[in-house]
């Protein structure tokens, strides 16, 4: 009997194969159409994600020990609920938390609340419309202790070039100002500072901000991978003048020579100028000094400057001493 059928198809296809045929494409078009049409809705759907919790907390590790799972109620088309089933069946989503949705429970155990991870509800979930319902209300994980080093950052400010009459009004500020590095104990125990790449601006007349790129040490990990830095920038005017060289710390019975006698002062000042500099300024050679050096030779220092004196130099900046003994 189910050759007869069989015999029956064959013959009903030779005759009319063609009509079939297109029976056929428009029941698989019709199945398309409607595949398409319900892809187009959007759903209500439970979904659990894994997912793998990366945050910066000082003397931590990095990662979590653990994979965490995240389960809520979305609002979702069907395509994106198709695709988002398949994100993380391989490995599990990477979640980057702020420090400051991180916090303490106890020993190496930190939690975060459903309410932090309202940003975040894209990177884990997907392309869905909303979260309807978290039945994640609090999300805990470990962050083992790491063995580390707290370590100040250093600025690297050489390619930075000033218009004329331009400088920096204070030293360059980095924020933070200081890192934590991570590693075996040999490989932070010699790091004494963490440089950052090279700052480059060119004409400066004006005060920047920004950030930059710290150069990492082989085999360490670093706290974070960029600082903010502040350059002050101030315009200055320069102001020369000679002054007599005077003399601190000698004993009663000592007198102290110097020579030369007189040095030119080169002061540069926040512009505008509005008082002599040189007024209460005092610049001297300190007994002291001489005292500890092999060569009689002593570097001439400043006194009472006003505080809008960014820098000065000294021509000569050093002075022979001769010591002899007073009548």
């Given amino acids: 009997m189910g050759s007869d059928l069989v015999r029956k198809i064959k013959e009903l296809l030779r005759r009319d194969g063609r009509e079939w045929l297109l029976f056929l494409f428009c029941v698989a078009l019709s199945a398309g159409i409607w595949v398409v049409h319900n892809l187009a809705y959007d759903y209500s759907a439970d979904l659990n994600v894994p997912v793998l919790v990366k945050c910066n907390v000082e003397e931590h590790s990095a990662y979590a020990d653990d994979i965490c799972e995240v389960s809520a109620r979305c609002r979702v088309g069907g395509y ?9 069946k391989s490995r599990p989503i990477e979640l980057q938390l702020d420090r400051s949705s991180v916090h303490y429970l106890k020993e190496d155990i930190f939690y975060t609340t459903s309410k932090d991870l309202q940003e975040h ?35 690297h400010t050489e390619g930075v070039y000033f218009k004329p009459q331009y ?12 890192v934590y590095v991570y590693g075996d104990p040999e490989s932070i125990e010699s790091i004494s500072e963490i440089e950052s790449g090279f700052i480059k601006y060119y004409d400066l007349s004006s005060s920047k901000r920004g950030t930059v790129e710290l150069i990492a040490p082989p085999d360490v990990r670093l706290s974070r991978e960029t600082v903010g830095y502040s350059l002050p920038v101030v315009r200055y005017v320069s102001v020369n003048q000679n002054v007599k060289i005077q003399v601190r710390n000698v004993p009663s019975r000592r007198n102290l020579i110097v020579i030369p006698s007189e040095a ?26 001489y005292l500890s050096s092999h060569s009689g030779k002593c570097v001439l220092k400043a006194d009472k400057l006003p505080q809008y004196v960014l820098s000065w130099r000294a021509d000569p900046p050093v002075c022979e001493c001769v010591e002899e003994e007073r009548e």
């Fill in 167 to 178: 400088t920096f009004a204070s030293a360059p500020v980095a924020d933070p100002d200081s």
């Fill in 121 to 155: 509800i894209h990177t884990v979930f997907g392309d869905v419309e909303s979260v309807e319902h978290f039945y994640t209300d609090t999300l805990f994980f470990r962050l083992p202790v790491e063995n580390s080093k707290k370590v100040p950052v250093v600025l």
């Fill in 80 to 88: 994106a609920l198709i695709t988002s089933r398949g994100r993380y």
């Fill in 264 to 289: 030119e002062i080169s002061l540069d000042c926040t512009f505008p100028l509005r008082e002599d500099p040189f007024e209460d300024a005092v610049f001297y050679v300190d007994y002291k000094d």
